[in-house]
T-cell receptor, first 113, second 113 residues
């Protein structure tokens, strides 16, 4: 059991730029979800992928997009970064989307300046 | 959309039992209720999951009434290391096949000696 790993751990970007965050899910977990957690707030659901297809999305604009790959890795892409995008981005995986026993990574701290 | 609310904070002493309640109206009828623990600068960690009545594992119990509009996480004999933020997580079906995952507002538990 390797857990969930995210890269990079910290990132600084300029407003208007694009960023790609990466996640390696636990082996065998075919469901991955991404969350944004602002300082002092709870995680906010961005979207979820099941077997490489998006099967759930929170209230985030289209400039937040993702991909899931057959090797249990996934990406979160954010275009046209805004200052309010500064947050901890968390990736989590589980065996099935009906099981909410997610394993979370430690997150990527994104700072937009 | 499902809305989940929790007390902002709770104080306790070592060795006491702590009960944290989450109110969740309009949750998906067939989804689990899950609780997580989060320490600063870390991803949430799974504690317990249930669908109805009572579930117990080696670290906690979860009580869910018949109407499933709330749930109570019970931590027996807390220690200093249980000081953390606790979140409930529920699913909210939007009428289709997609899922939205809603974290509660979070409860900061402070355990004192």
């Amino acid at each position: 059991e390797t857990g969930v790993t995210q890269s990079p751990t910290h990132l600084i970007k300029t407003r208007g730029q694009q960023v790609t965050l990466r996640c390696s899910s636990q082996s065998g977990h075919n469901t991955v979800s991404w969350y944004q957690q602002a300082l002092g707030q709870g995680p906010q659901f961005i979207f979820q992928y099941y077997r490489e297809e998006e099967n759930g999305r929170g209230n985030f604009p289209p400039r937040f997009s993702g991909l899931q790959f057959p090797n249990y890795s996934s990406e979160l892409n954010v275009n046209a970064l805004e200052l309010d995008d500064s947050a901890l981005y968390l990736c989590a995986s589980t065996l099935s989307y009906s099981n909410y026993g997610y394993t979370f990574g430690s997150g990527t701290r994104l700072t937009v300046v | 959309l499902a809305k989940t609310t929790q007390p902002i904070s709770m104080d306790s002493y070592e060795g006491q039992e702590v009960n944290i309640t989450c109110s969740h109206n309009n949750i998906a009828t067939n989804d689990y209720i899950t609780w997580y623990q989060q320490f600063p600068s870390q991803g949430p960690r799974f504690i317990i999951q249930g669908y109805k009545t009572k579930v117990t594992n080696e670290v906690a119990s979860l009580f869910i009434p018949a109407d499933r509009k709330s749930s109570t996480l019970s931590l027996p004999r807390v220690s200093l290391s249980d000081t953390a933020v606790y979140y409930c997580l529920v699913g909210d079906k939007d009428g289709g096949a997609t899922n939205k995952l809603i974290f509660g507002t979070g409860t900061l538990l402070a355990v004192q000696p």
